[in-house]
């Protein structure tokens, strides 16, 4: 079945840095776009990067832009996230999602058709 399972969220100071992992199975991981999500307690889930099929040129929100870089492996099936400077608002449980074809945007949860379950980053002031 799909499977989608992050890891290396934790706790760090602000300033600070952590790579997160997504390990994908279950489909053809070559034949998705990729990206990874975030939803603080009493918010919206919001994307935060995303990056096509064949790696090419990635999308960032404007608060996370020159901070965050996404990466794919795709002989590992892997997505992975860099987070460096990190700030107290990027405090948030973060999802890998992976998305079908798709024209509207990327980083819209409407163009992601399944989720991992999360992993929690902590940044403290």
């Known amino acids: 079945q799909v499977q989608l399972v992050e890891s290396g969220g934790g706790s760090v100071p602000a300033g600070g840095s952590l790579t997160l992992s997504c390990v994908a199975s279950g489909f053809t991981y070559t034949s998705y776009r990729m990206a990874w999500f975030r939803q603080a307690p009493g918010k919206q889930r919001e994307g935060v990067a995303a990056?096509?099929?064949?790696?090419?040129?990635?999308t960032y929100s404007d608060s996370v832009k020159g901070r965050f870089t996404i990466s794919r492996d795709n002989v590992k099936r892997s997505l992975y996230l860099q987070m460096n400077n990190l700030k107290p608002e990027d405090t948030a449980v973060y999802y890998c999602?992976?998305?079908?074809?798709?024209?509207?945007?990327?980083?819209?949860?409407?163009?992601?058709?399944?989720w991992g379950q999360g992993t929690q980053v902590n940044v403290s002031s």
């Open positions: 990056l096509p099929t064949g790696g090419g040129t990635p």
């Open positions: 999602a992976r998305g079908p074809p798709y024209s509207g945007d990327w980083l819209a949860t409407t163009g992601y058709d399944f």
